[in-house]
C-alpha cells in the first residue's frame, strides 16, 4: 500500500497504484472479431449455466452477443432474454454487425423487444404493458428481447419460470442478485435452476455486494461454469493507460470549501455528490452543484442544443472554456432529458472535448460509458463496496492520450470534539475496506502450492529459476498468474472448494475486510490485538459461515489461501514502497519483485503468514493522516468496545489449542513468552469457564423444577 501526496491538502489515506505494461492484448481481436475475454467466455459457450466475472470495459455486453448467437443457431433455444439492471444500460446491447469481423451472424434486436427504449417506468402499476410484451415475444419467433431486471421480475411472477423453458436467460449486472431470501429476483433465479429446462448466462464486474450478502448459495453457485477476466489482465492489456491510481482524502468542515484540493478541471472528471441523507450532504443537492460551477469558474450560459452549463476559468486555474453536465437538476425533465441524449450521442462518442466535467446524484455509475473519463471523484463514503468498483470502472477505459486514471473519495474526517466520532469511524472503516479490497482486486491472481512442489510449465521464477528447499515464485506475465510456494500450506480435497481457492478468494477477501470486528480491531486496537485473531478466528469463522458444507479440512485451507492472497499483495506493495531509489522495477513488474524481497527475507511459511496484521499498512498511513488528537480518540473508542472473550471466539480458540497439542504434544501456556500460545490458552479457559456456568445454571433449574 501506498501514499498519494496532494500538495494543497495535507490529509492522506491509502492510495492504491497500478502501474500497467500496455501491452495492447487486451483490445487485441481474433479471426471472429473477439477480444481476450470474449475469447475466452465463448470458448465455454456450450455450459448451461455461466457466470462471467469480468472488469467494467472487458467487452463483457459483446461476448453475451456472441454466445448468445450460438446457443440460438447451434445449441437449439429458441429465444434469448437479455436483463440488464436500469434502462440506460441496454444501448450497451444495440445492434452490432458481427459479421464485419469475422463472425457467423450479426446482432440484431427488433426496435419493438428492446423494451428499455419503451416509454413508462417499470413499477407494477405501469410495468403491465411491458410484462404483456414479455408474453406476446415469448409466443412469437423473433430471437432476443431486452428487458430491465424489473419488467422481468414482473413478467416471471405473472407468466411463471416455466414460460422461459428452453431458451437463455442473460443477466447484467448480475451482483444485484442476492441469494437472501427478500430479493426477489434471486428467488426467482433459484427456481429456474431448480427446473433446470432454461439456460443463465450471469455477468458482472464485481462478484460481491455492499450487504456482505452473498450473491448465490454456495449450492447454486457450484453449478456455474466460471469465466474470470481480471482488472489486472484488463488494465494490462491496454494499449494508451500507464497507471491506475486510487486514492482516499479526509478534509474537515464543508466538502465545498475542500473540493478544488481534488478537483482539477484540466481533468475530464465525473463528481458524485453525497447522498441527501448522508453526514457529507448539506442538504441543498442544486446549491451544492451551484458551488462546484462556481468554484470551477466564471458561469457562461448553458448551450441551448446540449444543455450543458459553459464555466470561463481564471487565468490562475489556466483560463480557457469547460462544459460541464449536470445530472443532478430534477427540475426540469426536458432540460435533463437533453443532457442525457448528449451524453449519449453516439456521434460523439470519439469527441474528447465533447464535454470536460459531469456532476451526478445516483447516476453516472454502472454501465455509464464515457471512455475520456480520467478521474471519478466521490464526495462521502459509500457503504457499497459494489459501487466503488463500478465508480473506479468508469475512469478505466483505454482511450487515446489517456495515460492516467484516478478515483478520489473525499471524506470528512473524523473530529474527536464531536459526539458522533463513532459515525465518522464508520464511514473511515468503510473507506479503508474499500481500499484494502480495490488493492486486492487489482492484483494478479495468486496459485499457492506447498514448498518444493515443483515448477509449473510456463512461469519464470526469476534469474536463478526454480530452485529446490527454497519458497519459490512465480509469473507467467501472459496470464497475469503468480505460483507461490509457502511451507505447511494445505491443499483443497474437493471440486468445490479447489474452485473456491481458484475463482472466489477476492469474494471470501471482501467479506473479511467488511467485518466491522476486523476492521476496528485490525486498525485501531492493534495494542490489544494479535494478528492470528485476525487471520486465524475472524477469516475462519467468515469462510465456515459462507461455506458451511465443505469439510473442516477444506474450510482451513480456504482460509489460508485467503489469508495469504490479502497478507501477499499488502506485504508486496510496502516492499515496493521501499525499493531502492533508482531501482528498474516497472509497471505490474515491481509487484512480483516485491513478492519476491519478501519471500527473499524470510523463508515463507503458513504461520509467518498468519502472525502478519493485514491492515498494518493502513494503519501506518492513518497515522500520518491524522493527528495525534483524532487518532488517539479514535483508538480509545474502538478500545472501549472490547468486550470479554465472547464464547464463539472462546471455542474456536480451544479448537486452535487442540490443534497446537498434536502438534507439540502439550495444551498452550497461559504464561508463555508467545502471545498467540497465551492467547489460545486464554481461550481454553473462557470456554471453561462458559461450560461451569452453563452446568450450574442447568443444576440451579433441576432444583427449581424440584
Given amino acids: 500500500m501506498t501514499t498519494t501526496d496532494n500538495p494543497t491538502n495535507r490529509y492522506t489515506v491509502p492510495s492504491v497504484t497500478l502501474a ?101 417506468a417499470d413499477e407494477p402499476s405501469v410495468a403491465r ?33 416455466e414460460a422461459f423453458d428452453n ?21 426467482q433465479l433459484a427456481l429456474f435452476l431448480a427446473r433446470d429446462k432454461a439456460h443463465i448466462v450471469a455477468m458482472t464486474g464485481s462478484y460481491f455486494r455492499g450487504d456482505a450478502a452473498a450473491v448465490l448459495s454456495p449450492s447454486d453457485e457450484a453449478r456455474f461454469e466460471t469465466v474470470t477476466y481480471t482488472y489486472y489482465e484488463q488494465l494490462n492489456g491496454y494499449q494508451y493507460l500507464k497507471a491506475l491510481d486510487i486514492g482516499y482524502f479526509f478534509y474537515t468542515g464543508r466538502y465545498l470549501d475542500a ?140 482511450a487515446p492520450g489517456k495515460a492516467t486514471a484516478r478515483f478520489t473519495n473525499l471524506i470528512a474526517e473524523p473530529d474527536a470534539a464531536e459526539a458522533t466520532v463513532v459515525d465518522a469511524i464508520n464511514d473511515t472503516l468503510k473507506a479503508i475496506a474499500a481500499s484494502l479490497l480495490m488493492e486486492q482486486v487489482l492484483a494478479p491472481r495468486f496459485e499457492f502450492t506447498p514448498k518444493n512442489a515443483g515448477p509449473q510449465a510456463d512461469f519464470d521464477y526469476g534469474p536463478e529459476g526454480y530452485v529446490e528447499g527454497r519458497s519459490n515464485v512465480g509469473v507467467n506475465e501472459t496470464t497475469g498468474q503468480y505460483h507461490v510456494e509457502i511451507g ?23 467479506a473479511f475486510v467488511q467485518d466491522k470486528s476486523a476492521l476496528e480491531r485490525g486498525l ?34 480456504i482460509r489460508q489461501h485467503a489469508v495469504a ?54 494503519y501506518a498511513v492513518l497515522a500520518k493522516a491524522m493527528d495525534e488528537k483524532t487518532l488517539r480518540q479514535v483508538q480509545t473508542t474502538i478500545a472501549a468496545r472490547r468486550l470479554a472473550i465472547p464464547v464463539e471466539e472462546a471455542r474456536e480458540l480451544a479448537q486452535r489449542a487442540l490443534q497446537f497439542k498434536k502438534e507439540r504434544g502439550r495444551l498452550p501456556d497461559i504464561n508463555a513468552p508467545d502471545a498467540w500460545e497465551r492467547r489460545m490458552a486464554e481461550g481454553v479457559a473462557a470456554l471453561a469457564r462458559y461450560r461451569a456456568q452453563e452446568k450450574a445454571a442447568v443444576e440451579r433449574r433441576g432444583v427449581d423444577d424440584v
Fill in 565 to 618: 492472497a490479502l497478507v501477499l499483495t499488502q506485504q508486496a506493495k510496502q516492499q515496493q514502497v521501499d525499493q531502492p531509489v533508482g531501482s528498474e522495477d516497472k509497471g505490474n513488474l515491481a509487484l512480483i519483485q516485491g513478492v519476491r524481497r519478501f519471500v527473499n527475507v524470510r523463508d515463507l511459511d503458513i504461520d509467518l503468514i498468519d502472525r502478519i496484521n493485514p491492515f498494518e499498512a493502513a
Fill in 488 to 510: 505447511g500450506l494445505t491443499m483443497p480435497q474437493s471440486p468445490e472448494a479447489s474452485r473456491v481457492c481458484r475463482e472466489d478468494l477476492n469474494e471470501v477477501i471482501t
Fill in 524 to 557: 485501531f486496537d492493534q495494542e490489544n490485538t494479535l494478528p492470528e485473531e485476525l487471520t486465524q478466528l475472524r477469516m475462519g469463522k467468515i469462510v465456515r459461515e459462507r461455506y458451511p458444507e465443505l469439510s473442516p479440512a477444506d474450510q482451513e485451507t
Fill in 259 to 398: 473540493i478544488m484540493k481534488v478537483l482539477d478541471p484540466a481533468l475530464k472528471t465525473i463528481v458524485h455528490i453525497p447522498n441527501v441523507n448522508s453526514r457529507e450532504s448539506l442538504k441543498d443537492k442544486h446549491k451544492e452543484v451551484e458551488e462546484i460551477m462556481d468554484a470551477l469558474g466564471m458561469w457562461r450560459g448553458v448551450d441551448p442544443v446540449t444543455g450543458f452549463h459553459t464555466i470561463e476559468r481564471s487565468a490562475d486555474q489556466g483560463g480557457g472554456l469547460i462544459k460541464v453536465a449536470d445530472l443532478v437538476d430534477d427540475g426540469d425533465p426536458a432540460q435533463r432529458s437533453r443532457v442525457l441524449a448528449a451524453l449519449k450521442d453516439p456521434a460523439e462518442r470519439g469527441n474528447r472535448d465533447h464535454v470536460d466535467i459531469i456532476i451526478a446524484l445516483g447516476m453516472a455509475k454502472e454501465g455509464f460509458d464515457w471512455i475520456w473519463c480520467e478521474h471519478a471523484l466521490t464526495i462521502g463514503y459509500r457503504s457499497s463496496l459494489t459501487e466503488i468498483v463500478q465508480i473506479i470502472g468508469r475512469a478505466t477505459r483505454d
Fill in 167 to 187: 431458451r437463455l436467460i442473460a443477466i447484467d449486472e448480475f451482483h444485484h442478485i442476492s441469494s437472501h431470501p427478500d430479493n426477489r429476483l434471486g428467488s
Fill in 20 to 120: 500497467t505494461q500496455r501491452t495492447g492484448l487486451s483490445s487485441r481481436t481474433n479471426s471472429l472479431g473477439m477480444r481476450p475475454m470474449q475469447e475466452r467466455a465463448y470458448a465455454k459457450r456450450g455450459e448451461p449455466y455461466l457466470l462471467i466475472k469480468s472488469p467494467p470495459a472487458s467487452g463483457k455486453s459483446r461476448a453475451l452477443m456472441f454466445i448468445a448467437l450460438d446457443k440460438l443457431h447451434n445449441q437449439d433455444l429458441k429465444q434469448a432474454l437479455i436483463v440488464v439492471p436500469e434502462r440506460a444500460i441496454g444501448g450497451s446491447f444495440a445492434d452490432e454487425p458481427l459479421t464485419h469481423s469475422g463472425f457467423p451472424w450479426d446482432w440484431v434486436v427488433k426496435p419493438q423487444w428492446n423494451l428499455c427504449n419503451a416509454p413508462g
Fill in 129 to 161: 404493458s411491458k410484462v404483456r410484451a414479455v408474453g406476446q415475444f415469448l409466443a412469437s419467433d423473433d430471437p432476443v428481447l431486452i428487458c430491465t431486471h424489473a419488467t422481468f421480475r414482473f413478467a416471471v411472477d405473472e407468466l411463471g419460470v
